[in-house]
């Protein structure tokens, strides 16, 4: 079945830095819908973006990805990390070949200091 | 005001027990799901229904039971509850159940079993 391997647990960056977070997928469908979500403490998980086109970059909200089926991956940046960035952060996939049930990672958690 | 209401917010439970998890949702949407988030297992996939039927169940135990009495309920009856399904369970939804929609969440419920 459907699988998303993300950087494992706890990232820990200084405010102002680049962020980088990992994300690799499995899947026999040849088209997935790759997705971003975003849980703030205490809060219900959001959609921070989400893309289907292979090499285009998709924005939102500061952070980017880029899609990229010869490598499975769609890795989250952003150039510059905020305090308000801190949230745990989960890779997710979506695709016919799965039932297009939404399959998370583990998830990321971003601890942003100042 | 939230589009995605579940009830309760917080539910303690003893071992044994029985509880129903309540979920509605004013968006619109044809899809609604169930997810579980614990510490052992983040944001994991439990039913998906389309248009008031069951898609997908990916819950091993018949303890788990999901009811849809309108096209914007889906309610979550958990029996014979144990210490492990300690959780928050997330409502979500989404327009359709295709791979491109959003989902969107509930507050969640959290669940502890004693």
């Known amino acids: 079945g459907d699988s998303v391997t993300q950087t494992e647990g706890l990232v820990t960056l200084t405010e102002g830095l680049p962020v980088m977070l990992n994300c690799t997928y499995q899947t026999i469908y040849s088209n997935p819908f790759l997705f971003w979500y975003v849980q703030h403490l205490n809060e219900s998980p959001r959609l921070l973006l989400k893309?289907?086109?292979?090499?285009k970059r998709t924005e939102h909200q500061g952070f980017h990805a880029t899609l990229h089926k010869s490598s499975s991956s769609f890795h989250l940046q952003k150039s510059s990390a905020q305090l308000s960035d801190s949230a745990l952060y989960y890779c997710?996939?979506?695709?016919?070949?799965?039932?297009?049930?939404?399959?998370f990672g583990s998830g990321t958690r971003l601890l942003v200091s100042p | 005001d939230p589009k995605i209401i579940q009830k309760p917010k917080y539910l303690v439970a003893v071992t044994g027990s029985e509880k129903i998890l309540i979920c509605e949702q004013y968006?619109?949407?044809?899809?609604m799901y169930w997810y579980r988030q614990s510490a052992k297992k983040p944001l994991e996939f439990m039913f998906s229904y389309s248009y008031q039927k069951l898609m997908d169940n990916q819950t091993a135990s018949s303890r788990f039971q999901p009811q849809s009495s309108k096209k914007n309920h889906l309610d979550l009856q958990i029996t014979a509850l144990k210490p492990d399904d300690s959780a928050t369970y997330f409502c979500?939804?989404?327009?359709?159940?295709?791979?491109?929609?959003?989902?969107?969440f509930g507050a969640g419920t959290r669940l502890s079993v004693l």
């Open positions: 893309s289907f086109t292979d090499n």
């Open positions: 997710a996939l979506s695709d016919p070949a799965g039932g297009y049930k939404v399959v």
């Open positions: 979500a939804s989404s327009q359709e159940q295709t791979s491109q929609n959003t989902l969107y």
């Open positions: 968006l619109g949407h044809n899809a």
